[in-house]
């Protein structure tokens, strides 16, 4: 599994949509949990979404359903986030991570990370 690198946030206003890549070598198409994570100043780091990459089973924190849909493309290797009917509530640096499925996938301590990716949502 090779470095993660996330693009796609941006400035939105509310109620807009993103959505954000994570280029993931090596992690879709194995045994690895695939995770979307946010940190806002002053919080503590969510885990928002994550993906068991083998068999595509999805979790969802509650601020994220309904409305985040995590994806993977195993033919370009990229875990996908899409995010709709955003709200200032959603912003905060984005970040993908991974971790092997013999470590679980409901937890925060994943074994890689990118680099982030900045989502501002105003009002």
């Known amino acids: 599994q090779g470095q993660l690198v996330e693009s796609g946030g941006g400035s939105v206003q509310t109620g807009g949509s993103l959505r954000l890549s994570c280029a993931a070598p090596?992690?879709?198409?194995?045994?690895?949990?695939l995770g979307w994570f946010r940190q806002a100043p002053g919080k503590e780091r969510e885990r928002i979404a994550h993906?068991?990459?083998?068999?595509?089973?999805?979790w969802y924190a509650d601020s994220a359903k309904g409305r985040f849909t995590i994806s993977q493309d195993k033919s370009n290797h990229t875990l996908y986030l899409q995010m709709m009917s955003l709200n200032p509530e959603d912003t905060a640096m984005y970040y993908c991570?991974?971790?092997?499925?013999?470590?679980?996938?409901?937890?925060?301590?994943?074994?890689?990370w990118g680099q982030g990716t900045q989502v501002t949502v105003s009002s």
């Open positions: 090596g992690a879709t198409d194995s045994q690895y949990c």
């Open positions: 991570a991974a971790t092997p499925l013999w470590q679980g996938c409901n937890h925060n301590h994943y074994a890689s």
């Open positions: 993906i068991v990459a083998g068999v595509a089973i999805t």
